[in-house]
């Protein structure tokens, strides 16, 4: 009937968006995602560890239709899980990728303490918590900076990698502290207008994720409300911006002394 046209146009448009989602969704999304889940947690959907990596990033570096920046993550997240990887083995990997054009990336990566290369592997890999609540198949990841939010608020943080940059007072403090900015504007509002109760603040040099800034939420909505989490950075990251930096990156040659200096 005609007048039904319209929104009968309308629900046509959402199910061609819909479909065409789910197409992109099971082309090369599902695929990669997988496979992503799988190295950066170490173990497949059913808790058993990841025995083969190599193998199983196969299918994404010969695929032609997934991106380069998208094989740059699969490889470099199967050399983190193996603790490095020779350069024989890097090189075919790059050449089947056909990312040769993007191999910075990779290398540049060591810039950041990231253990490419077997020698580089010095650095232990943080003891991460065991999580027993339910996840969707292809979000199983959770940020190592949700365990440090955990640990914070429970004061479990090491307190030689995580050091006061002054002594904590011993007691709850029985002033609060005036904003010089602000000054008094918050005393007009009445006391359930304004939330109380502490606050964790988490600053990230050179930007964060969204998984990160979701993280916060979730440890925030966890406590029940008796602690509220904020967090921010320089900058949000994405993927494609963070791959784009750190091809840009440059290594600063340390200046040599002279006998005189």
């Not at 998208?70 to 490889?75: A, G, N, T, Y």
């Not at 199967?78 to 290398?107: M, P, S, T, W």
């Amino acid at each position: 009937m005609p007048q039904y046209q319209k929104e009968l146009h309308k629900y046509s448009t959402h199910l061609h968006l819909a479909e065409d989602c789910m197409n992109k969704f099971k082309g090369t999304v599902e695929k990669l995602c997988g496979v992503e889940q799988d190295l950066a947690t170490g173990t497949d959907v059913n808790g058993e560890k990841v025995k083969n990596p190599m193998k199983n990033i196969v299918p994404i570096v010969l695929d032609p239709n997934v991106s380069a920046f998208d094989k740059i993550r699969i490889i470099l997240l199967c050399i983190f899980l193996q603790n490095g990887i020779n350069e024989e083995n890097l090189l075919k990997l790059i050449q089947h990728a056909n990312i040769q054009q993007e191999r910075d990336v990779l290398y540049n990566m060591h810039c950041l303490g990231a253990p490419i290369m077997p020698e580089d592997c010095g650095q232990m890999k943080p003891t991460r918590k065991v999580r027993l609540e339910s996840t969707y198949q292809l979000s199983r990841w959770t940020p190592i900076l949700k365990d440090v939010m955990e640990d914070a608020i429970e004061d479990k943080l090491d307190k030689k990698l995580w050091p006061y940059v002054s002594c904590p007072a011993p007691g709850p403090c029985s002033q609060t502290a005036v904003s010089a900015r602000f000054g008094h504007w918050h005393k007009t509002k009445t006391a359930t207008e304004y939330r109380t109760g502490p606050r964790l603040i988490i600053y990230v040099l050179g930007g964060v994720t969204m998984s990160e800034m979701r993280c916060a939420y979730e440890v925030t909505e966890a406590t029940d409300g008796k602690w509220e989490v904020l967090i921010g950075s320089s900058h949000i990251l994405t993927p494609k911006q963070f791959f784009e930096d750190v091809r840009n990156l440059t290594e600063q040659t340390p200046l040599k002394r002279t006998p005189d200096s």
